[in-house]
Nanobody, 124 residues
Framework: QVQLVESGGGLVQAGGSLRLSCAAS????????LGWFRQAPGKEREFVAA????????VYTDSVKGRFTISRDNAKNTVFLQMNRLKPEDTAVYYC?????????????????WGQGTQVTVSS
């Protein structure tokens, strides 16, 4: 069982930066792939980024490549999402998730555990 709690969301102007954190409980943190998803009002939840169990492999959705960076600290049971050059279209509730698998997964249904989400609002 993995419990996830996100933090770091807020209101920022376009072009600004935010760093999201997701703290996990449980002794099996390092055996899970971790991902970030987001859901804007009226839209489906979508994949943003994922990182492999050891942290060496990452994958991003095209719209955030070059602007967002996912990383993890297995010693501290935490995953991060550094978001730079934010755009109004990045506005959404951001969720972290954990998948009890190997590799890097982008499919929402592959993730077993979810946090409650943190709101990110980017003003123009």
């Amino acid at each position: 069982q993995v419990q996830l709690v996100e933090s770091g969301g807020g209101l920022v102007q376009a072009g600004g930066s935010l760093r999201l954190s997701c703290a996990a409980s449980g002794r099996t943190f390092s055996s899970h792939v971790l991902g970030w998803f987001r859901q804007a009002p009226g839209k489906e939840r979508e994949f943003v980024a994922a990182v492999s169990r050891g942290g060496s492999s990452t994958v991003y959705t095209d719209s955030v490549k070059g602007r967002f960076t996912i990383s993890r600290d297995n010693a501290k049971n935490t995953v991060f999402l550094q978001m730079n050059r934010l755009k109004p279209e990045d506005t959404a509730v951001y969720y972290c998730a954990a998948a009890a698998t190997s590799g890097v997964v982008t499919t929402l249904s592959r993730y077993d555990y979810w946090g409650q989400g943190t709101q990110v609002t980017v003003s123009s």
